[in-house]
């Protein structure tokens, strides 16, 4: 037997339902498209923001300005394209022979980056400048927290760089070798240890 023996029934069992449920039904649906629109929403101007911050960074680049740099690293803070920014604004820097500036911005972007590479390509180029300065102790401390292994030749190398300017070139020749083995056939860490080895004999 069904449960609505004629069509007058059903009608009447759907009007009751909706009576009883379709304010409940309606304010669900409104939430509900008005959740998926906020979401598209946020989704949208999040996107929005990206390519925006994107094409800041582009223009900025091109533009090769400093202040622009500078500019665009404060109003970004955090953003991997204020990293990368950084990263730009040291490299000027260094080619200003402002090494000062550089190693705080480098210092600024391993502070504030959360991927692991681009902290290891600032902590790298940080300690080089680091060894520029003659910092040579605060180059070894930088070098430390350089643990990828794609990083580990470019590590060595800096580390004989730094052995050789402190004079200790038993302790450079182990580190340009591990360098060496870790990136072979490399040409400029073959002339670093020529030049240890000429070096030794003149002593």
């Known amino acids: 037997m069904e449960q609505y023996a004629t069509e007058e029934q059903q009608v009447e069992a759907i009007k009751k339902f909706w009576k009883e449920n379709g304010i409940a039904i309606v304010v669900g649906a409104v939430i509900g498209l008005g959740g998926l629109w906020g979401w598209r929403y946020y989704s949208d101007s999040q996107l929005a923001a990206k390519e925006e911050a994107s094409a800041a960074y582009q223009a900025v680049v091109e533009a090769q300005s400093t202040e622009q740099l500078d500019a665009f690293i404060q109003n970004n803070p955090g953003s ?42 600032a902590s790298t180029r940080l300690a080089r400048v680091q060894l520029e300065q003659g910092k040579t102790q605060e180059a070894l401390n930088t070098l ?60």
Do not use: C, H, W
Request: aromatic content about 4%; proline content about 1%.
């Open 80 to 121: 991997g394209y204020a990293n990368i920014a950084g990263l730009v604004a040291a490299q000027k820097a260094v080619d200003a022979d402002n090494f000062a500036e550089a190693e705080a911005q480098l210092q600024k972007v391993v502070n504030e980056t959360e991927d692991a590479k681009l902290a290891a390509v």
């Open 144 to 203: 430390e927290s350089v643990t990828l292994d794609s990083f580990v030749s470019q590590v060595d190398e800096i580390k004989g760089d730094i052995f050789a300017r402190q004079g200790d070139m038993d302790k450079a020749k182990e580190a340009y070798t591990r360098a060496l083995a870790a990136s072979e056939n490399n040409p400029l860490i073959k002339v670093k240890l020529d030049n240890l080895a000429v070096a030794g004999q003149a002593e």
